[in-house]
């Protein structure tokens, strides 16, 4: 990936159009995780950051998801090439 962006879609409202661009990482993104039960997102990059994201999708077409950033862990010596949400 050379990409230093997060888009997140809303195949609801326009499939081929990012509903939100996220734009922490400096470098190339590599992964991305989804907790199992909680609304949470973490991503990681070439910069050695590794963020963590609270992520909720509505069952109410009318709101709009939430994304928002709440840590951010560095620096680490080298990139992530995975991530996991331990259960």
Same mark, same amino acid.
């Not at 990409?3 to 409202?13: H, Q, T």
């Not at 990482?25 to 991305?32: G, S």
């Given at each position: 990936?050379?990409?230093?962006?997060?888009?997140?879609? =809303?195949? !609801?409202?326009?499939?081929?159009t %990012?509903?939100?661009?996220?734009?922490? #990482?400096?470098?190339?993104?590599?992964? @991305?995780?989804f $907790? $199992?039960?909680?609304?949470l997102?973490?991503?990681?990059? !070439? =910069?050695?950051?590794l &963020? @963590?994201? #609270?992520?909720?999708? &509505?069952?109410d077409?009318?709101?709009?998801?939430?994304? @928002? %950033?709440?840590?951010?862990?560095?620096p &680490? %010596?080298? /990139?992530?090439l =995975?991530?996991?949400? /331990? %259960?």
């Amino acid at each position: 990936s050379c990409c230093k962006r997060l888009n997140w879609f =809303d195949l !609801d409202l326009a499939p081929s159009t %990012p509903f939100k661009t996220l734009k922490y #990482h400096e470098r190339a993104l590599r992964t @991305v995780a989804f $907790h $199992h039960s909680l609304p949470l997102l973490a991503s990681a990059a !070439d =910069d050695g950051a590794l &963020y @963590v994201f #609270h992520a909720m999708v &509505y069952a109410d077409l009318a709101k709009n998801p939430l994304i @928002v %950033p709440l840590t951010k862990l560095q620096p &680490y %010596p080298s /990139h992530a090439l =995975d991530l996991a949400f /331990h %259960p």
